[in-house]
């Protein structure tokens, strides 16, 4: 099993299915087309052409009076974040860690990322109260005007990296 950016060539979108329609989708119709146009890179967990779950990123921008009042630094007036706009395991693989790798990897790559240019943190809009939940495990931090968004900043990742 390799994390790499999805190829469409290579990798099978096909049979992938998490039991969330709109992720499902978003693989199958709409990440290939959104790396080709530089929206966001889709990294899967695969074996050979097997996707076993995925993730995307992209840059965001996230106004500073949205954040909780501990992470505002007051001095702009938006901050640059990576959105962790997707993240999905197939069915047939869930219940095994795959979860906890792809979010680790994701970690891994913003902080990669950070080192290059300025990123106050990551940014996650949850699905549901479950994703919330799990997206909490990791020290995200709900946003009282949209409990469903969720924050993590760049010194948090750094540590769960380095761990």
């Known amino acids: 099993m390799n994390f790499e950016l999805l190829d469409a060539n290579k ?84 219940g095994r860690g795959y979860g906890d790798a792809l979010i680790f990897h994701a970690f891994k790559t913003t902080a990669a990322i950070a080192e290059q240019i300025g990123i106050f943190g990551m940014i996650v809009d949850a699905k549901d109260e479950n994703a919330a939940l799990f997206y909490e495990n990791f020290g995200f931090m709900r946003l009282s005007a949209n409990p469903m968004r969720l924050v993590l900043p760049f010194s948090a990742i750094k540590r769960l990296v380095q761990v």
């Open 11 to 94: 990798h099978d979108r096909t049979s992938f299915d998490c039991g969330a329609p709109a992720l499902n989708t978003y693989l199958q119709r709409y990440a290939n087309q959104d790396q080709k146009r530089g929206l966001a890179k889709t990294y899967v967990l695969a074996d050979q052409a097997t996707i076993l779950g995925y993730f995307s990123l992209s840059a965001h921008a996230v106004l500073a009076d949205e954040l909780p009042p501990s992470l505002n630094p007051r001095a702009y007036p938006e901050l640059p974040f990576l959105l962790l706009g997707r993240l999905a395991v197939d069915l047939r693989f869930q």
